[in-house]
């Protein structure tokens, strides 16, 4: 059972909870072991918009396989802003120091200043506390126009849905970017992107688009990548001609067909599997190539 534990702190947005808590609930419908849970000093908690939450104020067992996120809160300030308890904060250091991951939504980033966990790493919160994040903590490298920073098991938000995106991001690293982009789809996310940096998917960057036919249509690609898919097989199971499906396809993904589609995303898979030890003939294999060379050719054609 994976963990993921918020820490409500008095004035939490509810954005910044329920996004990233909307993440992990939708990654635990569709079979990824997640357990959601909620601490706090006290029982109740009251919200930035009013709504008060309810909070076990005894923490879980947790492994190195739990989550910890810090959601941000309402203050002008991240000095104004209510401090987290020492118990709280030696929570934060002792997890991430057993191997596990710390995470922020906008001024939660401060939590983790206060655990030590910002001193040397990336970071990032919401742009109207970034110079007072980087004052706070001069060891930090607080890095601007992004949505989220990952470094070393500690990962910080810009805020408010950006929560989403780290979550997000997070489901693709652990469960592989088709569960991420299933799990997008379904909370009508298409295009998860980080500031200015490229997307490093190309499932979810060929998603920024709102056209079901083709989202369908790569749903069935995502789902049997290594399978032979005729164009005549998908335009049948979209319900459109072969003509309208290449059109539609190309319009919503900057010029792609399925088929190019598809071979770009086995040809990312293959790199990830080679990355991690595996020989080219058996990423070739595994992703649907019945040997090397077709594979070896669009690693060129990238190159």
């Given amino acids: ?25 939708t990654a635990a419908h569709f079979g990824q072991p997640y357990r959601l849970g909620y601490v706090a000093e006290r029982e109740q908690v009251p919200s930035a918009q009013g709504l008060p939450l309810t909070a076990d104020v005894r923490w879980p067992v947790l492994g190195a396989d739990d989550l910890i996120v810090v959601p941000g809160w309402r203050a002008a300030t991240l000095r104004e802003g209510p401090r987290p308890s020492p118990a709280c904060v030696e929570r934060l250091r002792a997890h991430h120091a057993a191997g596990g991951t710390v995470a922020s939504v906008c001024a939660g980033a401060d939590a983790l200043g206060r655990a030590g966990l910002l001193d040397g790493r990336r970071c990032t919160t919401h742009h109207q506390h970034q110079d007072e994040l980087a004052a706070r903590y001069p060891r930090a490298t607080v890095v601007r126009d992004v949505l989220f920073t990952t470094d070393d098991g500690v990962m910080t938000s810009a805020g408010i849905a950006s929560g989403i995106d780290l979550a997000l991001h997070l489901l693709a690293v652990r469960h592989g970017p088709a569960f991420a982009a299933r799990v997008a789809r379904d909370m009508v996310i298409y295009a998860r992107r980080n500031g200015h940096e490229p997307q490093e998917s190309a499932m979810l960057r060929h998603r920024s688009h709102v056209d079901d036919t083709v989202h369908r249509t790569q749903d069935l690609i995502d789902d049997r990548l290594a399978e032979p898919l005729p164009l005549a097989y998908l335009a049948a199971r979209a319900g459109v001609s072969e003509r309208t499906l290449t059109r539609l396809f190309s319009r919503a993904t900057g010029g792609l067909t399925p088929l190019r589609y598809q071979q770009t995303l086995r040809l990312e ?15 070739a294999r595994e992703v649907g190539f019945d040997d090397a060379r077709m594979l070896r050719r669009l690693r060129a054609r990238v190159t």
């Fill in 269 to 283: 898979r293959a790199q990830h599997l080679i990355d991690h030890g595996t020989t080219m003939e058996a990423a």
């Fill in 1 to 25: 059972m994976r963990r993921v534990v918020f820490v409500l702190l008095p004035g939490v947005h509810l954005l910044d909870l329920a996004g990233p808590a909307q993440v992990f609930d």
